[in-house]
C-alpha cells in the first residue's frame, strides 16, 4: 500500500467522539518546559498532549510593545477570513526594532491537516499547516518574526487568511485561530533591523521596480499540497514503474525564478511532511516534522538583475516547477520581491556581466522487483547556475556574484501492492553570495529516511527520520567573521491497526525532535533543546545549552 493510498485509508477510518467531550484536564500550553508525565499510558486514547516544536522563541528587545488583533476566524469551509490593519500608535511607526507574529489555534473532534496562509496587502507573510485534533481538543501556537515585512506593516493594509476546510457530519473539526502582531520600538541603542525599503507581492507575473534598486531578493512560499500524489512529490515514479504515484521525469523537483524568461535562481524545495502524511497521524499528534507549522520561503538573491529591472519598464519575474507533470496541480508558489533602494540616487544603473548555467541533470532508473522482492527507483539529479552584475550606486561601484548549485540522490524501494514502502533521500542546497567584499556561503541539506508497512492483522507501522541543516559562514576580505548551524532532526516509529474504528486502532508511538542552533544566530551562542513523546504523552523536554 502506497503512501497517497494508506493515507486515504487512514482518513476514511477517523476519529469517533461518542457524545459531547469531557472537559480536558489542564496541560503545559504548547511550548511549555514542564515536567512532562512519567509514564505514557499503553496505548493512544482520545486525548493528548497539545502540539509543540523543539525550535526556539522569537527573541525579542526589552522595550515598549504594541500589540494589534490582524485575524480572528473560524475556518469550517473555504470562506476567506478578510479584515483591515491598521498600525498601532505608540511604539514608533515604521521604526520598530522587531514585528513578531503569533498564531493561537484551536480545533477538536475530527479533521485533516490543512494549509493556511496569511497575506497583507497581498505580501503572504505566514505560510502554515494544522495539527490533526483529539476528539477532546487540542490548542497550538505558531511565532514568526516579520519584522522584514516593515514596509508593509507601515501603512493601512486589507487582510486575508485562509484555512481551507471541510466540516460535516464525520469531519467535525472547526479550526479557530487568532493572530497577533507585537511591535517593540527602536528605544536607546536598540536601532531597527536591516530591512528591505519596499516589499512588493508578485500577483502578476510584470513588476515595476524603483530605478534606485541597490539590492534585490526574491522570497518563494513553496509548497507541494493538496492531498495529490504532489504532496508526496519526492515518492513520485515514472510512468513505466507500477506505483500509485506517477510523474513522468520521476521524483526530481527544482524551484526556478525566471526574469524575462531567462532564469535567474534556483532551489532544492524542502520536502515538507503535514501532518497527515506517511500513512500515520499517530507520528505527528504532538511533535510535527520539521517547518510543517512554520514554512519559511525560500530566498533568491537577484540583485545582478537590478540593473535590467532599473530601466523604468515592467519586467516579468516569474516562478515554476520543473519535475511537475504538464497539466498536473499540486504545488503554491506565492512570492514576493524585497527591494533595498539607494537613498542618495534616484537612477541607479550598472548591469549583468555573467550568466553560467550548466546542463540540468535528471536521472531515474527502475530495477523491477524479482519474485517476491522490492522495486527500486533510484534518483540522481542535479543543477547549477553562477550570476553576476554591477550598479554604480552613490557609495561607489557594487559587484554581486551568486552561485547556486542543487542535488537530490534518493532510494525508493516498494514491494507489488505496495504493503511495504521505503525511502532513502537526500537535497543538497548550496549558496554562495559575494557583494563586493563580503561573501556569504550556505550550505543546506535536507533528508529522509522511511518506511510504511502493512504487516499481519494490518498492523500499519511507519519509522521515519527526517533532518533540516542549514551551515553558513561569512567572510569580508577572505577573513571568517561569522559561522553558524542550524540542525533539526526528527525521529518518529508509530503503529496502529488500519480499516477499524479508532476504539480499536490500538496505536502506539514514540518521536523525538531535536533543535540545535550555534553562532551568532542563537543570540546567547548555543540553543539545543530536545522533545520526546510516547503515545501522545510529553516524556522528555531537555534543555543543553
Same mark, same amino acid.
Request: charged share 20%.
Given at each position: 500500500? %502506497?503512501?497517497?493510498?494508506? @493515507?486515504?485509508?487512514?482518513?476514511?477510518?477517523?476519529? #469517533?467522539?461518542?457524545?459531547?467531550?469531557?472537559?480536558?484536564?489542564?496541560?503545559?500550553?504548547?511550548?511549555?518546559?514542564?515536567?512532562?508525565?512519567?509514564?505514557?499510558?499503553?496505548?493512544?486514547?482520545?486525548?493528548?498532549?497539545?502540539?509543540?516544536?523543539?525550535?526556539?522563541?522569537?527573541?525579542?528587545?526589552?522595550?515598549?510593545?504594541?500589540?494589534?488583533? !490582524?485575524?480572528?476566524?473560524?475556518?469550517?469551509?473555504?470562506?476567506?477570513?478578510?479584515?483591515?490593519?491598521?498600525?498601532?500608535?505608540?511604539? &514608533?511607526?515604521?521604526?520598530?526594532?522587531? *514585528? =513578531?507574529?503569533?498564531?493561537?489555534?484551536?480545533?477538536?473532534?475530527?479533521?485533516?491537516?490543512?494549509?493556511?496562509? @496569511?497575506?497583507?496587502?497581498?505580501?503572504?507573510? @505566514?505560510?502554515?499547516?494544522?495539527?490533526?485534533?483529539?476528539? /477532546?481538543?487540542?490548542?497550538?501556537?505558531?511565532?514568526?518574526?516579520?519584522?522584514?515585512?516593515? /514596509?508593509? @506593516?507601515?501603512?493601512?493594509?486589507?487582510?486575508?487568511?485562509?484555512?481551507?476546510?471541510? *466540516?460535516?457530519?464525520?469531519?467535525?473539526?472547526?479550526?479557530? =485561530?487568532?493572530?497577533?502582531?507585537?511591535?517593540?520600538?527602536?528605544?536607546?541603542?536598540?536601532?531597527?533591523?536591516?530591512?528591505?525599503?519596499?516589499?512588493?507581492? !508578485?500577483?502578476?507575473?510584470?513588476?515595476?521596480?524603483?530605478?534606485?534598486?541597490?539590492?534585490?531578493?526574491?522570497?518563494?512560499?513553496?509548497?507541494?499540497?493538496?492531498?495529490?500524489?504532489?504532496?508526496?512529490?519526492?515518492?513520485?515514479?515514472?510512468?513505466?514503474?507500477?506505483?500509485?504515484?506517477?510523474?513522468?521525469?520521476?521524483?526530481?523537483?527544482? =524551484?526556478?525564478?525566471?526574469?524575462?524568461?531567462?532564469?535567474?535562481?534556483?532551489?532544492?524545495?524542502?520536502?515538507? #511532511?503535514?501532518?497527515?502524511?506517511?500513512?500515520?497521524?499517530?507520528?505527528?499528534?504532538?511533535?510535527?516534522?520539521?517547518?510543517?507549522?512554520? #514554512?519559511?520561503?525560500?530566498?533568491?538573491?537577484?540583485?545582478?538583475?537590478?540593473?535590467?529591472?532599473? /530601466?523604468?519598464?515592467?519586467?516579468? #519575474?516569474?516562478?515554476?516547477?520543473?519535475?511537475?507533470?504538464?497539466? +498536473?496541480?499540486?504545488?503554491?508558489?506565492?512570492?514576493?520581491?524585497?527591494?533595498? +533602494?539607494?537613498?542618495?540616487?534616484?537612477?541607479?544603473?550598472?548591469?549583468?556581466?555573467?550568466?553560467?548555467?550548466?546542463?540540468?541533470?535528471?536521472?531515474?532508473?527502475?530495477?523491477?522487483?524479482?519474485?517476491?522482492?522490492?522495486?527500486?527507483?533510484?534518483?540522481?539529479?542535479?543543477?547549477?547556475?553562477?550570476?553576476?552584475?554591477?550598479?554604480?550606486?552613490?557609495?561607489?561601484?557594487?559587484?554581486?556574484?551568486?552561485?547556486?548549485?542543487?542535488?537530490?540522490?534518493?532510494?525508493?524501494?516498494?514491494?507489488?501492492?505496495?504493503?511495504?514502502?521505503?525511502?532513502?533521500?537526500?537535497?543538497?542546497?548550496?549558496?554562495?553570495?559575494?557583494?563586493?567584499?563580503?561573501?556569504?556561503?550556505?550550505?543546506?541539506?535536507?533528508?529522509?529516511?522511511?518506511?510504511?508497512?502493512?504487516?499481519?492483522?494490518?498492523?500499519?507501522?511507519?519509522?521515519?527520520?527526517?533532518?533540516?541543516?542549514?551551515?553558513?559562514?561569512? !567572510?569580508?576580505? &577572505?577573513?571568517?567573521?561569522?559561522?553558524?548551524?542550524?540542525?533539526?532532526?526528527?525521529?518518529?516509529?508509530?503503529?496502529?491497526?488500519?480499516?477499524?474504528?479508532?476504539?480499536?486502532?490500538?496505536?502506539?508511538?514514540?518521536?523525538?525532535?531535536?533543535?540545535?542552533?550555534?553562532?551568532?544566530?542563537?543570540?546567547? %551562542?548555543?540553543?539545543?533543546?530536545?522533545? &520526546?513523546?510516547?503515545? %501522545?504523552?510529553?516524556?522528555?523536554?531537555?534543555?543543553?545549552?
Amino acid at each position: 500500500m %502506497g503512501l497517497f493510498a494508506a @493515507l486515504t485509508l487512514a482518513a476514511g477510518t477517523p476519529v #469517533v467522539t461518542a457524545g459531547p467531550a469531557a472537559a480536558a484536564p489542564a496541560r503545559p500550553a504548547a511550548g511549555s518546559t514542564a515536567d512532562p508525565a512519567p509514564a505514557p499510558p499503553a496505548e493512544f486514547g482520545t486525548d493528548w498532549h497539545d502540539p509543540l516544536t523543539a525550535a526556539p522563541p522569537v527573541e525579542r528587545p526589552a522595550t515598549r510593545s504594541c500589540r494589534v488583533t !490582524l485575524a480572528e476566524a473560524r475556518f469550517s469551509d473555504f470562506t476567506p477570513y478578510r479584515g483591515s490593519y491598521t498600525p498601532p500608535e505608540g511604539c &514608533g511607526r515604521g521604526r520598530w526594532a522587531k *514585528v =513578531v507574529l503569533r498564531l493561537d489555534g484551536a480545533v477538536k473532534g475530527r479533521q485533516y491537516d490543512r494549509l493556511g496562509n @496569511l497575506t497583507l496587502g497581498g505580501v503572504e507573510i @505566514l505560510r502554515t499547516s494544522t495539527p490533526q485534533p483529539s476528539p /477532546d481538543g487540542i490548542t497550538w501556537n505558531v511565532e514568526k518574526d516579520v519584522t522584514r515585512y516593515r /514596509d508593509t @506593516l507601515s501603512r493601512p493594509q486589507p487582510v486575508e487568511m485562509l484555512i481551507g476546510n471541510v *466540516v460535516n457530519d464525520t469531519y467535525t473539526g472547526v479550526i479557530d =485561530v487568532k493572530v497577533t502582531l507585537t511591535f517593540y520600538a527602536a528605544e536607546g541603542a536598540t536601532a531597527p533591523a536591516d530591512t528591505p525599503d519596499l516589499v512588493l507581492p !508578485l500577483t502578476t507575473p510584470a513588476v515595476t521596480t524603483p530605478r534606485n534598486t541597490e539590492r534585490l531578493v526574491a522570497e518563494v512560499y513553496a509548497t507541494g499540497s493538496g492531498g495529490g500524489c504532489e504532496e508526496y512529490w519526492y515518492m513520485t515514479v515514472p510512468d513505466a514503474a507500477p506505483y500509485s504515484c506517477k510523474a513522468t521525469d520521476g521524483p526530481y523537483r527544482e =524551484v526556478r525564478v525566471s526574469v524575462d524568461g531567462r532564469l535567474a535562481g534556483l532551489a532544492a524545495p524542502f520536502p515538507t #511532511v503535514w501532518t497527515g502524511g506517511w500513512s500515520n497521524p499517530f507520528l505527528w499528534y504532538v511533535t510535527p516534522g520539521p517547518r510543517a507549522f512554520d #514554512v519559511p520561503p525560500i530566498r533568491y538573491d537577484l540583485t545582478p538583475y537590478a540593473a535590467l529591472l532599473n /530601466d523604468g519598464r515592467p519586467h516579468r #519575474v516569474e516562478v515554476s516547477v520543473t519535475g511537475v507533470p504538464a497539466g +498536473q496541480s499540486g504545488w503554491s508558489t506565492p512570492a514576493n520581491l524585497l527591494l533595498w +533602494q539607494d537613498h542618495g540616487r534616484r537612477v541607479v544603473t550598472g548591469a549583468l556581466t555573467r550568466h553560467d548555467e550548466d546542463t540540468p541533470t535528471n536521472s531515474s532508473r527502475w530495477t523491477p522487483a524479482p519474485t517476491g522482492g522490492e522495486h527500486r527507483l533510484d534518483t540522481d539529479g542535479g543543477h547549477r547556475l553562477t550570476v553576476a552584475g554591477y550598479l554604480d550606486t552613490s557609495h561607489g561601484r557594487v559587484t554581486t556574484t551568486v552561485t547556486r548549485a542543487v542535488r537530490n540522490t534518493s532510494a525508493h524501494r516498494w514491494t507489488d501492492g505496495e504493503a511495504r514502502d521505503a525511502l532513502t533521500a537526500s537535497w543538497n542546497d548550496e549558496e554562495s553570495v559575494t557583494r563586493g567584499p563580503t561573501t556569504t556561503r550556505t550550505v543546506r541539506t535536507y533528508t529522509m529516511d522511511g518506511a510504511t508497512t502493512l504487516g499481519t492483522g494490518d498492523r500499519l507501522r511507519t519509522v521515519l527520520a527526517l533532518g533540516d541543516r542549514a551551515d553558513t559562514v561569512t !567572510l569580508r576580505g &577572505g577573513r571568517e567573521v561569522d559561522r553558524s548551524t542550524l540542525d533539526d532532526r526528527y525521529a518518529g516509529d508509530a503503529t496502529y491497526t488500519a480499516n477499524v474504528p479508532r476504539d480499536q486502532r490500538h496505536a502506539v508511538g514514540t518521536t523525538t525532535a531535536r533543535y540545535r542552533l550555534y553562532g551568532s544566530g542563537s543570540g546567547d %551562542g548555543c540553543y539545543d533543546r530536545t522533545v &520526546g513523546t510516547a503515545q %501522545g504523552t510529553l516524556t522528555v523536554d531537555r534543555r543543553r545549552c
